[in-house]
């Protein structure tokens, strides 16, 4: 472990990821934590899950599964490509991926923002509860899969089955759309969508025409099992 | 064929079988209910004990110990769950059950040194405060799952499936989907709500493996994970369970109940509860992992004699959810009320098209005793003391119900019972427990 000021270095290629995730979930304080370098990563599993503290922390390379996974107020940067579930369950601060992301990107995630600077799997935004994902290029398939809240962005086409079962969350997407998903339909673009749009391509680092995005919303026609016959459950 | 007087009434469509067609051609929806498995399914009453005789001897009554105490979790966790009785709560949710009621078995549990478990939708504060060992489900729709109560959990239960609807997810109809239910949730109010029946993040054994590592890092490896799995192939489920990485399996038979899902599935998916334990426990003797990985069986535990036996059997544990609601009330027809008085509620099961020790209405919201309701009239018939009174009245009689047996056949720890304990009263019973049939040395099949 190497410390420089305010500035840590952590070799994984020298150190147990226990003694890292320790390290950068109980060591770091509350406080602001100045940045954390993580080095070595080599795809390993699990690097910087449940932080909880305004600490800027850089992985160095490709991150296997559920990278800053449960993420609060840290703001975590992948140099290289994330594996499946990063920033699940993200609850707050700033996840962002260098490179492409694995499915499952964001998945359940409550809050903050996730940005993925390359291309995102399938079932990006999965059950995604009030985070902003923001993907540069595609998403795969059945991505928005039942997503709740928040926001999906996609700069680039989105795969088949796009905001299957959706509910509340919104999805905009700027190139091609490969089908919707059951409930998902095209609505038109707002001028708060648009305002929606600009704040988060600002955030996300991207100089896109928000003009230039499709809106998806949900058709709610799924809320109620079976509208005609809703007394036959009770 | 049944034949009245001239009649014959087919066999093949009989009257409920053309009832339910008629019903579907009218309505065109399916049946959703609540509670489990109504059929015939071989229980553990189709098993009884040989107790001491002159082969061995009994421990007194009042006088011999024998020792309740069960610890969960031992495989990696730094801190194991360590309980006063093996007779565990199974999770319910705040959603399909009332605050009320969660605070009832909160306070039961903690009484009685027992565990009770979250369910779909999350943590409520009550919850927490009133439970003194608490595990916390993460499941497929990761309703109000969050790191904050993550890390004030006793254990982590990872559900992949439970016993009346092994293969199916969540469902909870709008009735009951209040503002605070949808608040927690994420959700518009009073939408139907569908939960998925797969984890968003990962697919499979392998994955589950790096998920349970995840979980383990987020809580510093202190508290125990248990994987859940409704009972299917459960040789296969449990060694995939086990090799995942979990601590604790805990196994749901077709006997258990749910707050609310198709008819179909609860009377037709799955195995019992019976042949899914002696699997569960083949396939750790298999693994070399008795003792090393502890099992929980749920699904259809009634008594303290059903207590017995699946320790006899080889669980570590059970875990107690329909039972628990009606030890605080479900299909009485009438509540206590805040003065002590009862109060008959019948005529409210008949609103429901049903009555008394009938009714599996929890879907609707409209529980007559207050029990599997959001409607704050109808919660407020669950007296929270009356509640937790009786439940803890109720686990106490398990308790001891289970040593008496446990004492008969000369043990002085619970956990030593054993399956040499056991034979079956029934063919079929004596195949899927392969215990002999009493009274002669056959197992069929073996």
Redesign the interface.
């Given at each position: 472990m190497d410390s420089v000021g305010a500035s840590v270095k952590l070799d994984l290629a020298q150190t147990t990821?226990?003694k890292v995730?320790?390290f950068l979930?109980?060591e770091l304080g509350k406080e602001p934590a100045g940045t954390v370098e993580i080095l070595n990563p080599a795809g390993a599993?699990?690097i910087a899950?449940?932080l909880?503290a305004p600490v800027d922390v850089h992985i160095r390379g490709h991150a296997?599964?559920?990278v800053a996974?449960?993420n609060?107020r840290a703001t975590v940067t992948i140099h290289g490509n994330a594996g499946?579930?990063v920033a699940?369950?993200i609850?707050s601060g700033v996840v962002r991926v260098k490179g492409d992301a694995s499915d499952?990107t964001g998945?359940?995630g409550?809050g903050g923002l996730l940005v993925v600077e390359g291309n995102a799997a399938s079932?990006c935004g999965?059950?995604m509860?009030?985070c902003d994902i923001v993907v540069g290029g595609n998403v795969g398939h059945v991505s928005g899969?039942?997503a709740?809240?928040g926001h999906l962005v996609v700069c680039g086409d989105a795969g088949a089955g796009l905001g299957d079962?959706l509910?509340?969350a919104v999805i905009y997407v700027r190139g091609r759309t490969h089908g919707l998903g059951a409930d998902a339909r095209e609505e038109p673009l707002t001028d708060a969508d648009r305002a929606t749009l600009a704040e988060l391509l600002s955030a996300a680092g991207f100089d896109y025409d928000p003009g230039a995005f499709t809106r998806i919303g949900s058709a709610r026609t799924?809320?109620?099992?079976?509208a005609e016959?809703?007394e036959?459950?009770? | 064929m049944v034949k009245t007087g001239a009649r014959e009434e087919s066999f093949s469509f009989n009257r409920d079988v053309v009832a339910y067609i008629n019903s579907a051609a009218e309505?065109?929806?399916y049946d959703?209910r609540g509670m489990g498995a109504k059929r015939y399914l071989p229980t553990f009453d189709d098993l009884v004990f040989l107790t001491a005789s002159m082969s061995r001897y009994p421990l007194e009554g009042y006088r011999e110990k024998c020792e309740t105490k069960t610890v969960l979790g031992t495989r990696s966790a730094k801190k194991p769950v360590e309980l006063d009785t093996p007779i565990t709560i199974a999770g319910m949710s705040f959603g399909a059950l009332s605050a009320h009621a969660k605070e009832s078995i909160g306070r039961a549990a903690t009484a009685a040194g027992t565990s009770t478990t979250t369910g779909d939708g999350g943590m409520t504060l009550e919850e927490r405060a009133s439970s003194k060992t608490l595990v916390y489900q993460c499941l497929p729709?990761?309703y109000g799952?969050?790191?904050d109560d993550?890390r004030k959990a006793d254990a982590i239960e990872v559900v992949i499936g439970q016993g009346a609807k092994p293969g199916g997810g969540g469902m909870l109809?709008?009735?009951k989907v209040s503002a605070r239910v949808a608040d927690m949730?994420?959700?518009?109010e009073g939408?139907?709500q569908?939960s998925?029946c797969r984890h968003?993040?990962?697919t499979g054994p392998d994955?589950l493996a790096?998920?349970i590592?995840?979980l383990r890092?987020?809580?510093?490896?202190q508290v125990p994970i248990y994987v859940k799995i409704g009972a299917s192939r459960v040789l296969n489920d449990v060694k995939l369970a086990v090799k995942s990485g979990a601590d604790v399996v805990v196994l749901d038979g077709m006997q258990g109940g749910t707050a609310a899902t198709q008819q179909v599935f609860i009377e037709h998916a799955g195995i019992p509860t019976l042949p899914a334990l002696r699997q569960a426990v083949e396939a750790l003797d298999e693994m070399d992992m008795i003792g090393t990985v502890q099992l929980v069986i749920s699904g259809g535990i009634r008594t303290g004699s059903d207590v017995a036996k699946a320790l006899a059997m080889g669980a570590d544990a059970v875990a107690l959810g329909q039972g628990v609601l009606i030890a605080l009330g479900c299909n009485s027809a009438c509540y206590t009320d805040v003065q002590g008085s009862e109060v008959d509620v019948t005529p409210d099961y008949e609103k429901l098209g049903t009555a008394p020790g009938y009714c599996h209405h929890c879907?609707?919201?409209?529980c007559p005793v207050g029990i599997t309701t959001q409607d704050d009239e109808l919660e407020r018939r669950l007296v929270v003391e009356e509640g937790a009174r009786r439940l803890g009245n109720y686990l106490s009689v398990l308790t001891l119900e289970l040593v008496t047996l446990a004492r008969a056949c000369g043990k002085s720890k619970v956990h030593n019972l054993e399956r040499e304990d056991l034979v079956a009263l029934t063919v079929e019973a004596a195949a899927m427990a392969k215990r002999p049939l009493a009274g002669t040395d056959w197992i069929p099949g073996t």
């Amino acid at each position: 472990m190497d410390s420089v000021g305010a500035s840590v270095k952590l070799d994984l290629a020298q150190t147990t990821l226990r003694k890292v995730n320790h390290f950068l979930q109980h060591e770091l304080g509350k406080e602001p934590a100045g940045t954390v370098e993580i080095l070595n990563p080599a795809g390993a599993h699990n690097i910087a899950v449940g932080l909880d503290a305004p600490v800027d922390v850089h992985i160095r390379g490709h991150a296997g599964y559920y990278v800053a996974g449960m993420n609060k107020r840290a703001t975590v940067t992948i140099h290289g490509n994330a594996g499946k579930g990063v920033a699940e369950n993200i609850m707050s601060g700033v996840v962002r991926v260098k490179g492409d992301a694995s499915d499952g990107t964001g998945a359940s995630g409550q809050g903050g923002l996730l940005v993925v600077e390359g291309n995102a799997a399938s079932r990006c935004g999965i059950s995604m509860k009030g985070c902003d994902i923001v993907v540069g290029g595609n998403v795969g398939h059945v991505s928005g899969f039942m997503a709740q809240a928040g926001h999906l962005v996609v700069c680039g086409d989105a795969g088949a089955g796009l905001g299957d079962s959706l509910y509340e969350a919104v999805i905009y997407v700027r190139g091609r759309t490969h089908g919707l998903g059951a409930d998902a339909r095209e609505e038109p673009l707002t001028d708060a969508d648009r305002a929606t749009l600009a704040e988060l391509l600002s955030a996300a680092g991207f100089d896109y025409d928000p003009g230039a995005f499709t809106r998806i919303g949900s058709a709610r026609t799924l809320y109620h099992w079976n509208a005609e016959h809703r007394e036959a459950y009770g | 064929m049944v034949k009245t007087g001239a009649r014959e009434e087919s066999f093949s469509f009989n009257r409920d079988v053309v009832a339910y067609i008629n019903s579907a051609a009218e309505r065109g929806v399916y049946d959703i209910r609540g509670m489990g498995a109504k059929r015939y399914l071989p229980t553990f009453d189709d098993l009884v004990f040989l107790t001491a005789s002159m082969s061995r001897y009994p421990l007194e009554g009042y006088r011999e110990k024998c020792e309740t105490k069960t610890v969960l979790g031992t495989r990696s966790a730094k801190k194991p769950v360590e309980l006063d009785t093996p007779i565990t709560i199974a999770g319910m949710s705040f959603g399909a059950l009332s605050a009320h009621a969660k605070e009832s078995i909160g306070r039961a549990a903690t009484a009685a040194g027992t565990s009770t478990t979250t369910g779909d939708g999350g943590m409520t504060l009550e919850e927490r405060a009133s439970s003194k060992t608490l595990v916390y489900q993460c499941l497929p729709s990761r309703y109000g799952f969050n790191p904050d109560d993550l890390r004030k959990a006793d254990a982590i239960e990872v559900v992949i499936g439970q016993g009346a609807k092994p293969g199916g997810g969540g469902m909870l109809l709008g009735q009951k989907v209040s503002a605070r239910v949808a608040d927690m949730r994420t959700l518009p109010e009073g939408i139907d709500q569908r939960s998925a029946c797969r984890h968003p993040d990962w697919t499979g054994p392998d994955d589950l493996a790096i998920k349970i590592h995840e979980l383990r890092e987020l809580t510093d490896w202190q508290v125990p994970i248990y994987v859940k799995i409704g009972a299917s192939r459960v040789l296969n489920d449990v060694k995939l369970a086990v090799k995942s990485g979990a601590d604790v399996v805990v196994l749901d038979g077709m006997q258990g109940g749910t707050a609310a899902t198709q008819q179909v599935f609860i009377e037709h998916a799955g195995i019992p509860t019976l042949p899914a334990l002696r699997q569960a426990v083949e396939a750790l003797d298999e693994m070399d992992m008795i003792g090393t990985v502890q099992l929980v069986i749920s699904g259809g535990i009634r008594t303290g004699s059903d207590v017995a036996k699946a320790l006899a059997m080889g669980a570590d544990a059970v875990a107690l959810g329909q039972g628990v609601l009606i030890a605080l009330g479900c299909n009485s027809a009438c509540y206590t009320d805040v003065q002590g008085s009862e109060v008959d509620v019948t005529p409210d099961y008949e609103k429901l098209g049903t009555a008394p020790g009938y009714c599996h209405h929890c879907q609707s919201g409209q529980c007559p005793v207050g029990i599997t309701t959001q409607d704050d009239e109808l919660e407020r018939r669950l007296v929270v003391e009356e509640g937790a009174r009786r439940l803890g009245n109720y686990l106490s009689v398990l308790t001891l119900e289970l040593v008496t047996l446990a004492r008969a056949c000369g043990k002085s720890k619970v956990h030593n019972l054993e399956r040499e304990d056991l034979v079956a009263l029934t063919v079929e019973a004596a195949a899927m427990a392969k215990r002999p049939l009493a009274g002669t040395d056959w197992i069929p099949g073996t």
